[in-house]
């Protein structure tokens, strides 16, 4: 047990990467459909200003 590995910061690393990847799906997702939902609440905007 003298030269045992510490596998504590073997686990935040792995933890960090996860959270990294996650981030980098996030962003690709909303870059994509980042037009769309702007297309929808810009015709909801014109929708509503109609209403008045």
Known sequence: M????KEKGQGLVEY???????A????????ILGPVIGNVFSKINKTLSGVQ
């Open 2 to 5: 003298l030269f045992a590995p």
């Open 16 to 22: 960090a990467l996860i959270l990294v990847l996650v």
């Open 24 to 31: 980098v799906v996030v962003i690709a997702v909303l870059m």
